[in-house]
């Protein structure tokens, strides 16, 4: 490759990371704005040293440094953008643990969110910056996290590969649903799925407890983690781990809410998040998900409490029948046979089950971009489930459907039939070298 074009790339991402700077410096809040000039410039350094230390090659380095300028100045161009559950939740649960000592308040009754993400609340209550800037910061880091979870992963699966870690690593930071959920919507999705990503990848690099105690660490952000916990037994099933490894998650669960029983907070609340989080929308079959009940017409009568049993126990059927023919298989379980298993699960969980919101897809996008940087065949997949998503992002963000949603129920279909013969594919006739 000639020098040219990585001096070129750098010499981009350094003047796109000055334009975000720019963005940056007529941010609304006054007062927090060098912060943020301050945190854009760590975050562009931080992803130029995740990508060396996964790619150990400058020039790769320098050519990713031009789409990475560019997410990051995407991300600044939203920074000011408010939504309604910012203001109604998240605005809300900031000023209350400000106005009540800090750490001191996560032993209060306030808000729905687990212990992990309590902590980040706590925290940043000590600090005289806009919340909604350091609510989206935080996100935003682990957008970084989570593209470096997808580069490691695809190194993983593709070993030996010069540039598609670094590819999966770029296109990871510009994906239209990571972009939004942080950057526009102040959600944190982006920290569980990239623990998941991480998770994963340590699986497939032979470090079953790092990946088990990542799964936990997971589970203990988001309930969402479910949805790709059945790969864990994929990779018991191909001996890529062992049961006693397995317990490395239980232990990252307990470790991660010992803060908050130590400061007081009752263990039934602590417990009691998921379950509450389960019924708070059990009225609903979706909340603006593409799941398969989008299909349902507009004002049909239907019984949600039978409907809903039997997305459940379709859900289960998918995953056990997915499972029992890897067990009978399990010594044709190569690397990119397990990650198959994760796409199709994370895909097809969520689409199965009742109660599922817009942003719940967040793991099948991730999940099916790392496969299209690894695979071309992956791409169509890749697009259907983000364009899907996007659906219910725009419904959401805009207030009005691009299409409508039972449209994108049958794009995730498409999807999780793709994935679903890929994996059949790839363990009947696994490629030479790749296991």
């Not at 925290?123 to 910061?137: N, Q």
């Not at 296109?171 to 994963?200: E, K, R």
Request: hydrophobic share 60%; aromatic share 12%.
């Amino acid at each position: 490759m000639s020098r040219p074009l990585p001096l070129c790339c750098l010499a981009g991402g350094g003047a796109l990371l000055l334009l975000a700077l720019v963005r940056a410096a007529r941010l609304s809040h006054t007062p927090s704005r060098m912060f943020v000039m301050a945190a854009l410039v760590l975050l562009f350094l931080l992803c130029a040293a995740l990508l060396f230390l996964r790619c150990r090659r400058w020039e790769t380095v320098c050519l990713a440094l031009l789409p990475v300028g560019l997410a990051l100045l995407l991300r600044t161009l939203l920074l000011d953008y408010v939504t309604d559950d910012y203001v109604t939740f998240l605005s809300d649960w900031a000023a209350f643990f400000r106005e009540n000592g800090g750490w001191a308040a996560v032993a209060l009754p306030k808000g729905n969110y687990t212990a992990p993400y309590l902590y980040f609340l706590a925290a940043i209550s000590y600090l005289p910056f806009y919340d909604l800037y350091l609510i989206k910061l935080f996100s935003i880091l682990f957008d970084v996290i989570l593209a470096w979870g997808g580069c490691r992963l695809v190194q993983a699966l593709v070993p030996g590969d010069r540039y598609r870690g670094a590819i999966a690593f770029c296109l990871l930071l510009l994906l239209p649903t990571a972009v939004l959920n942080g950057a526009a919507w102040a959600q944190c999705d982006a920290i569980y799925a990239a623990l998941c990503l991480h998770g994963l990848a340590a699986g497939l690099e032979g470090r079953p407890r790092s990946s088990a105690f990542l799964a936990g660490l997971a589970f203990a952000c988001k309930l969402q983690t479910v949805f790709l916990l059945p790969v864990w037994a994929v990779l018991w099933m191909s001996r890529r781990t062992r049961f006693r490894h397995l317990l490395w998650f239980p232990a990252a669960c307990i470790l991660s809410v010992l803060p908050a029983l130590a400061l007081g907070k009752p263990l039934g609340d602590v417990l009691g998040v998921y379950f509450g989080q389960a019924a708070e929308y059990s009225a609903y079959l979706t909340l603006n998900a593409p799941s398969l009940y989008a299909l349902i017409p507009y004002g049909a009568q239907v019984d949600v409490a039978l409907a809903a049993r039997v997305g459940i126990l379709a859900a289960f059927a998918l995953v056990l029948g997915v499972l029992g023919w890897l067990l009978l298989r399990r010594k044709d379980l190569s690397r990119r046979a397990v990650f198959l298993a994760g796409a199709v699960f994370a895909i097809g969980v969520p689409l199965l089950l009742p109660h599922m919101h817009d942003r719940y897809f967040f793991l099948a996008d991730v999940l099916t971009l790392t496969w299209a940087c690894m695979d071309r065949r992956g791409v169509l997949p890749a697009a259907l489930t983000q364009v899907a998503s996007l659906g219910a992002y725009h419904a959401y963000l805009l207030l009005r459907y691009a299409f409508p949603m039972g449209l994108g129920a049958v794009l995730l279909l498409l999807a999780l039939l793709r994935a679903l013969w890929a994996l059949v594919r790839e363990v009947r006739f696994p490629q030479p070298g790749k296991r």
